[in-house]
């Protein structure tokens, strides 16, 4: 059964800081990785989609990485900002069943 | 495009009463999953249907019914709520369950349930 574990469970750092989020997996075997952003009281708005056959994508001040055979991946966020401020959910697609969440890290970014 | 569409955003109803969530998606996607969200557990996986006249359990199926007669709407019934079916409940969609393409959810219905 695919566990997702992400850690830390919460994160407070000063505007402008570099941070990485991290994401780990018990079964590498995945079809892809897919990184979310949630607004308090709001829905899941996807971020980043990472294929099992990639090891990295960009999207702006984003970069997420995969290393499948470690069950890793991590989301960096350069320069952030207070509007940085959400919870970000790691999700896991293994083909076989829905996608799988961790419990997500909740940032805040302090001006 | 509306995407995952979700109604109704908030409700509140008694213990004991049945209803129904509502979830419609437009991007002629097979796979459909309704998920719940609580403080402390992440989200959980209710039910899913990988198309049309498919549903399966997930994680935490007890209480509530799906069934899947179109490709476009995957609704989920409560059948005698509980105060411990509180929640925020995600309906999810995309293309198929090995797809390469990204999921998609909807804004979520915030339940309670007195």
């Known amino acids: 059964k695919q566990e997702v574990t992400q850690i830390p469970a919460a994160l407070s750092v000063p505007e402008g800081e570099n941070l990485v989020l991290n994401c780990s997996f018990t079964?590498?075997?995945?079809?892809?990785l897919q990184w979310f952003r949630q607004d308090p009281g709001k829905g899941l708005t996807s971020l980043l989609l990472i294929q099992s056959s990639q090891r990295e994508q960009t999207s702006g001040r984003l970069n997420a990485s995969l290393d499948k055979s470690s069950g890793r991946s991590t989301l960096y966020i350069a320069a952030s900002q207070p509007g940085d401020s959400a919870t970000y959910l790691c999700?896991?697609?293994?083909?076989?069943?829905?996608?799988?969440f961790g419990k997500g890290t909740r940032l805040s970014v302090i001006a | 495009n509306a995407g995952v569409t979700q109604t109704p955003k908030f409700q509140v109803l008694k213990t004991g009463q049945s209803m129904t969530l509502q979830c419609a998606q437009d991007m002629n996607h097979e796979y459909m999953s309704w998920y719940r969200q609580d403080p402390g557990m992440g989200l959980r996986l209710i039910h899913y249907s990988v198309g049309a006249g498919i549903t399966d359990q997930g994680e935490v199926p007890n209480g509530y019914n799906v069934s899947r007669s179109t490709t476009e709407d995957f609704p989920l019934r409560l059948l005698s709520a509980a105060p411990s079916q509180t929640s925020v409940y995600f309906c999810?969609?995309?293309?198929?369950?090995?797809?390469?393409?990204?999921?998609?959810f909807g804004q979520g219905t915030r339940l309670t349930v007195v």
């Open positions: 079964d590498s075997a995945i079809y892809n």
């Open positions: 999700a896991v697609n293994s083909g076989n069943t829905p996608l799988v």
């Open positions: 999810a969609s995309s293309y198929s369950e090995m797809s390469t393409t990204e999921a998609f």
